[in-house]
């Protein structure tokens, strides 16, 4: 299956050609996909039950006669090495490549602890990485051509990214073993977030050189493989070993990770003065820099605002942007945390641009704002790309930020207007308009009381509102949309078809529930990447929709998709259980629900 997101050429529309080679090339793709695609699952089923029979009866056994009160000594309880080592391995993808790691880089050192051994399938993926952190600036040497620089560039950004993320981990991990407190949920969470984006890196990589040639996308495809090997084998490990020993070790940390609360609250990772910001409608009374058109503000352009911000910021810094059109293109980076930009109203402080994948730009870098520090929020702000359907990619808004907000904003463009692209995202009553795959990436988002408005797209495109790119069973990666309304804009008739989503990645997971579905949207639901059917592996489904258009006695019947999900089932893409990460604080007067 190819990664590349087209604007659907083949159904009549003036979209980018393709070669017979290049559909024969994809078709070969396909049919590998299909066929690695079984064999994995066959191995997700077998490793199920050996990780029930094994680990949990061995490791997680073992693990808790150490709390014995006999006086014995609890050590002959655990396995050798290479028996602890295979234990954990079987819980991963990759069984093979993860047992011959962590037997090479345990060499002389008698570790058994499963969170031990974690730490050390860390190390090996770090220093995978490593191994190549140069490669995309070597390859880039002599390289012509604005496309495929922006892509090597991008590889060696997310390179980059991916070992900030298996550092955080392995600091993580080794603050968690030595305290009293253990590994409890919530850091088996964060893991699994910080994982799961470096995972995603690896995609995004790959998926930014799909569209060029030279071979440079089969030699990152090469130096790339262990690495995502590895990475994917520790991912596998926290999610299907650490979290039940975290469960073990502190039950009652995890059952209050696991209630949902019935008051409508902010999530956890708001302070209280960020809450009444969010809360309080115009201007920010204690606003750190004004960004003004005008000259009536400290400065003119967002980007010289935020040059300003100081670094690894540990308190909350605001930039009021006040109403006008800004021509700029805004990338807020790793370094610059816990930044708050609020404007007038989505409709009046607007940020704009038009760089799109046909203009030469990657799909990644064609952004007119991107975020991706920590804990950035966004209020009464309007995000768009004006490149036009004819240019294909062109990205409104992406955003990596860990616990980021956007509240009140306005995302617009045609296709890819929302990148979603990584890590714990929440939006609450924004609006998105667009075409092809307009809200799409894989971080773990809910989008909640929202607008999607499909956009009329060329002759002969499809509209698909969503396209997920889970590629990992263990990523804990989504979208969830809840208690918005899909219909057309204006009450405009849209003449193309309109799907909720289609699977862009082979684990691809799209929740809606609560929603209201216009008539606009086919009785089909979902649209297939390729071919006519979808991976039997994505996790499509909807619950207790309204509108004339949520019908789904017509819907596809895919092995993945699930028609009317239960209650218990549908709660998992709430709030509280897929974005919160520990607790939720008292009611603050903002419209928010954390459960169904």
Same mark, same amino acid.
């Given at each position: ?5 087209e ?7 003036d979209?980018?050609p393709?070669?017979?080679s290049v559909?024969m090339?994809?078709?070969?793709e ?5 066929? =690695? ?7 997700i089923?077998?490793?199920?039950v050996v990780? #029930?029979? #094994?680990?949990v009866?061995? #490791?997680v056994?073992a693990c808790l006669s150490?709390?014995n009160?006999r006086?014995e /000594?609890?050590s002959?309880?655990?396995?050798t ?5 295979r234990?954990v391995c079987q819980?991963t993808l ?14 002389g050192r008698?570790?058994t602890?499963?969170v031990e051994l974690?730490i050390v ?10 191994r190549?952190?140069d490669?995309?600036t070597n ?15 991008d ?5 980059q990214?991916s070992i ?5 981990s392995?600091?993580a991990a ?6 009293s407190?253990g590994?409890?949920?919530?850091a088996?969470?964060d893991l699994r977030?910080?994982?799961?984006a470096?995972?995603t890196n690896? /995609? ?5 050189l799909?569209?060029t040639?030279?071979g ?6 090469v @130096?790339?493989?262990n690495?995502?090997?590895?990475t994917?084998?520790s991912l596998?490990?926290?999610t299907?070993i650490?979290? &039940? ?12 990770l696991?209630a949902?609360p019935?008051?409508s ?9 960020d809450r009444k910001?969010l809360e309080d409608?115009?201007?920010p009374a204690?606003? /750190?820099i004004?960004?003004a058109l005008?000259g009536s503000g400290?400065?003119?352009? &967002? +980007?010289d @605002?935020?040059e300003?911000v100081?670094k690894?910021n540990?308190?909350?810094f605001? &930039? ?11 990338? %807020? ?5 816990n930044?708050? &930009?609020?404007?007038?109203?989505m ?11 046909v203009?030469?730009?990657?799909t ?8 991706v ?8 702000i309007?995000?768009?790309?004006? @490149?036009?359907?004819q240019?294909?990619? @062109? #990205?409104a808004?992406r955003?990596?930020?860990?616990f980021? %907000?956007f509240?009140?904003?306005k995302?617009?463009a ?11 995202q929440?939006?609450?009553d ?6 092809v /795959?307009?809200i799409?990436?894989?971080a773990a988002?809910?989008?909640q009381?929202?607008?999607i408005?499909p =956009?009329?797209p060329?002759?002969?495109? =499809?509209?698909t ?9 263990n990523? +804990?990666?989504?979208i ?5 309304e899909i219909?057309a804009? +204006?009450?405009?008739?849209? =003449? ?10 082979v684990?691809?997971t ?5 929603t209201?579905i216009?008539?606009?949207v ?8 390729t071919?006519d ?6 996790f ?14 017509k ?8 028609s009317?999900?239960s209650?218990a089932?549908a ?6 259980t897929f974005?919160g990460g520990?607790?939720w604080?008292p009611?603050?007067g ?7």
């Open positions: 299956m190819s990664g590349i997101r604007g659907f050429s083949g159904f009549g529309g979209t980018k393709f070669s017979d559909r090339y994809e078709e070969q396909r049919v590998t996909f299909l066929k =690695k695609s079984r064999k994995r699952m066959a191995i089923a077998i490793s199920s990780l #029930v029979v #094994v680990v009866a061995t #490791v056994g150490r709390g009160d006086g /000594d609890s002959q309880s655990f396995q090495p290479q028996e602890s080592i234990a819980a990759y069984p093979q490549s993860c047992f011959y790691a962590l037997n090479s880089s345990i060499a008698s570790i602890n499963p974690f399938s860390l190390e090996v993926a770090m220093n995978d990485f490593l190549i952190v490669l995309p390859l880039s040497v002599g390289v012509n051509g604005t496309l495929l620089s922006t892509a090597l560039g590889c060696q950004l997310l390179i990214d900030d993320n298996l550092n955080a392995i600091s080794q603050t968690a073993s030595g305290g407190g590994l409890n949920g919530t088996v969470e977030t910080l994982l799961s470096a995972l690896i /995609d995004t990589c790959l998926d930014g799909e569209n040639t030279g440079f996308l089969e030699r990152m495809q @130096a790339l493989g690495t995502t090997e590895f994917s084998n596998a490990i926290v299907k650490l979290s &039940i020993l975290s469960q073990v070790n502190s039950p009652a940390a995890n059952r209050r696991l949902v019935t008051s609250d902010f999530p956890s990772w708001l302070l209280a003065a910001l409608a115009g201007a204690k606003a /750190d004004v960004v005008d400290d400065v003119r352009k &967002i +980007n @605002a935020i300003r100081p690894n540990a308190k909350r605001i &930039i009021y942007v006040k109403k006008g059109v800004y021509a700029e293109h805004v990338e %807020v980076d790793k370094k610059t945390t930044l708050m &930009i609020v404007g007038d109203g409709d009046v402080t607007i940020v704009t641009g038009s760089l799109s994948v203009g030469g730009t990657s990644f870098r064609s952004a007119t704002f991107a975020t520090g920590k804990g950035f929020i966004a209020r009464d309007g995000f768009r790309n004006t @490149a036009g359907p240019n294909h990619q @062109a #990205v808004l955003s990596g930020a860990d980021s %907000v509240y009140r904003c995302f617009d045609y296709q890819d207007t929302l990148y979603v692209h990584s890590n714990r929440f939006y609450r924004c609006l998105i308009t667009g075409t /795959d307009f799409f990436g894989n988002v809910v989008l009381h929202c607008q408005r =956009k009329e060329m002759p002969g495109q =499809k509209d509102i969503t396209a997920q790119a889970k590629s990992d069973p990523q +804990n990666t989504g969830s949309i809840h208690g918005c219909l804009p +204006n009450s405009t008739t849209i =003449k193309a078809q309109v799907f909720l989503g289609r699977p862009w990645k684990y691809s799209t929740v809606v529930m609560n209201v216009g008539s606009l086919d009785p089909a639901g979902w649209l297939p990447w071919g059917s979808a991976p039997s592996t994505i499509y489904a909807e619950f207790n929709n309204t509108g004339p258009g949520s019908s789904t006695l819907r596809v019947k895919w092995k993945g998709y699930h009317d999900i209650q089932q709660s998992k893409f709430t709030v509280a974005i520990s607790s604080l009611d603050t903002v419209p928010f629900t954390a459960g169904l």
